[in-house]
């Protein structure tokens, strides 16, 4: 079901939305976008998968009246009796101190199970569970965090120098998605998501922290990442009968058939990917 609010914003209901890696507060976040979706769902349960704040980069914290609009709009959601859950990631390991600050009525997890509509059981979470030991410790996170904004303040230079730009328009971009795809070692950091998924019974995974959106099957099970709003500006979304599919926020909707739009009826084989 879709309407027009008195914004102008196209709306759509789902029963509930995953979203996740919103890095508020660190240089690549997109807020405005992050905003305008936010006010083109109408949702009975939001899952916040993560990473929501990026406070743990050492360096200047990007925060503007539009990050302030994003907080109001969740907790208006809230007043509106949405059921709102945190689900804690490696960039707000003190999402209880930060969460419980910004939002008005918020149930902060680790993990949770969530049944859709249709009778089908998914294991949320932000899905750092699946990073070695090594890969969890807080320096390991502060590194990261330095590192993606140096790439991204390098990437800004460049695009704005007219004589390098032409020939090496986002460069550094590039450099951030490889190291992010050799980071999560390939398929492996889903198998074992979808295996932590198995060992408690459910029929797949909802998660974030890869930056690399897609549904597919691992293990007989399906596996959702909702992305992020630094790059990929992605989402799951569950209908009313209980489908998820995953769905790209658009300035303009673009044509079905044009849009970067997974769902799990149109799942192939267990090795069907998208990256």
């Not at 410790?137 to 303040?153: E, I, P, Q, V």
Request: glycine residues 8%; charged residues 25%.
């Amino acid at each position: 079901m879709q309407n027009l609010s008195a914004n102008n914003v196209r709306v759509k209901s789902h029963r509930s939305l995953f979203i996740s890696d919103l890095h508020l507060g660190a240089r690549g976040c997109q807020p405005e976008a992050i905003l305008k979706f936010l006010r083109g769902c109408r949702v009975d349960t939001i899952f916040l998968v993560g990473d929501i704040f990026d406070f743990w980069h050492v360096g200047k914290i990007h925060w503007s009246k539009v990050h302030d609009d994003i907080i109001a709009e969740l907790n208006q959601l809230c007043i509106d009796g949405i059921r709102m859950v945190y689900l804690v990631g490696n960039h707000d390991r003190k999402a209880r101190e930060v969460a419980y600050k910004y939002f008005q009525k918020v149930e902060i997890k680790e993990t949770v199970l969530h049944r859709s509509a249709n009778g089908k059981t998914y294991l949320i979470a932000h899905g750092d569970q699946a990073d070695s030991q090594i890969l969890r410790l807080h320096f390991m996170t502060l590194f990261g965090s330095r590192l993606d904004a140096l790439l991204r303040s390098l990437d800004k230079w460049l695009n704005s120098n007219k004589k390098l730009s032409s020939n090496n328009k986002g460069f550094f971009k590039n450099i951030i998605f490889h190291f992010n795809k050799i980071f999560f070692m390939g398929d492996r950091f889903e198998r074992l998501l979808t295996k932590m998924a198995k060992d408690v019974g459910a029929d797949g995974i909802i998660c974030g922290h890869s930056h690399r959106p897609g549904i597919r099957r691992h293990n007989g099970l399906i596996y959702a990442n909702c992305g992020d709003w630094v790059d990929s500006l992605t989402a799951v979304t569950e209908d009313h009968n209980g489908h998820i599919e995953l769905f790209e926020w658009e300035p303009e909707p673009k044509p079905r058939s044009h849009s970067f739009w997974f769902s799990e009826a149109h799942l192939g084989s267990e090795n069907e990917m998208r990256s």
